[in-house]
Structures are given as structure tokens and as C-alpha cells.
């Protein structure tokens, strides 16, 4: 089975045909995604924020990213969920679009960005914590609202090219 086949396929699955040919249930799974997609970015803008030594300066950057993290995760596996519904209903003209995939390399990019911050920046956060992040952790923050504000442009890009 080729490539678009496999996409053609998921497209003409139960679940798709059912999401595309509901009259309610594509605005609702797109609704449920885009409010999750504003949580996941909201508690990553707070600690971004905190990292670029903008915001939050009273309060230890640990205690903010451990308060933050379970809604960041929450929503964002809401948000897989729901657009893992979505594409299944257009995988086919989705897989097709250059902001779809570019959204999915912003994505890569980070994850990448997080994985970096968490097992070198993060290590040294005691030296910080309190105080003026250091440079990898006011990087990491910059990245990361570069790089999700990319991953929402590219998103808003797809929602208006079908």
C-alpha cells in the first residue's frame, strides 16, 4: 500500500466518513482542539515567560514549570486526540498541504527544544531558580514561543486552505 493510499484509506474509514458527514461533529472536535491548543499554549507562554525572565520573577521557575506541566500535558494529549480525529476525517487533502507539515516539523522542533531544556538547562536550575534564568534557559523560552506561535500560524494556515 502506497503512501497517499494508506492516508486515502484512514479518510474513507468509519470514523471519517462519520466526522465529515456530521453536520456537528467536525465544528465540535475542531472547538475541543482549538480550546485545548489555548491551554497547552497559555501554561507554555506562563513558563516561557518566566524562563526569558519576563514574568513570574517572584516565584521559583521549578515550582511554576511543576505547577504548569500537568496542564500542559492534559491539554496537549486532549489536542493530539482531537486533531488525530480531525485529520482523520481529510488525511488525504491534510498530508497534502505544506503548513500541515510544516506545523508537524515546528512540533518536532519543539519537543526537540523541550527534551534540550529538561535534560542539560534544567540541571543547573538551582543556580537560577530564584533568580535571573540562565542564558540555555532564557534560549529555551525564546525557542519554544517561536516555535509554537509557528506550530499556531501553520494550524490557522491549514484550517483556511480547504
Known amino acids: ?38 491551554v497547552v499554549l497559555g501554561s507554555i507562554a506562563i513558563v516561557d515567560l518566566r524562563l526569558l525572565g519576563w514574568a513570574s520573577k ?33 488525511a488525504a487533502d491534510y498530508i497534502a498541504l505544506p503548513a500541515f507539515n510544516a506545523k508537524f516539523v515546528f512540533m518536532a522542533l519543539a519537543g526537540l527544544n523541550m527534551v534540550v531544556f529538561h535534560l542539560v538547562t534544567q540541571r543547573n536550575m538551582a543556580k537560577w531558580d530564584t533568580g535571573k534564568p540562565a542564558t540555555g534557559a532564557r534560549v529555551a523560552g525564546a525557542l519554544s514561543l517561536l516555535f509554537w506561535g509557528a506550530i499556531i500560524v501553520c494550524g490557522r494556515q491549514v484550517g483556511f486552505s480547504l
Do not use: D
Open 1 to 38: 500500500m502506497t503512501v497517499p493510499a494508506i492516508f486515502e484509506t484512514l479518510q474513507a474509514s468509519v470514523v471519517g466518513i462519520t466526522i465529515t458527514e456530521s453536520t456537528w461533529m467536525f465544528p465540535t472536535i475542531e472547538t475541543i482542539h482549538v480550546f485545548a491548543l489555548a
Open 58 to 90: 517572584g516565584r521559583p521557575a521549578s515550582a511554576l514549570i511543576h505547577s504548569m506541566l500537568p496542564w500542559t500535558w492534559a491539554a496537549f494529549g486532549l489536542a493530539v486526540a482531537s486533531g488525530s480525529l480531525l485529520f482523520t476525517s481529510r
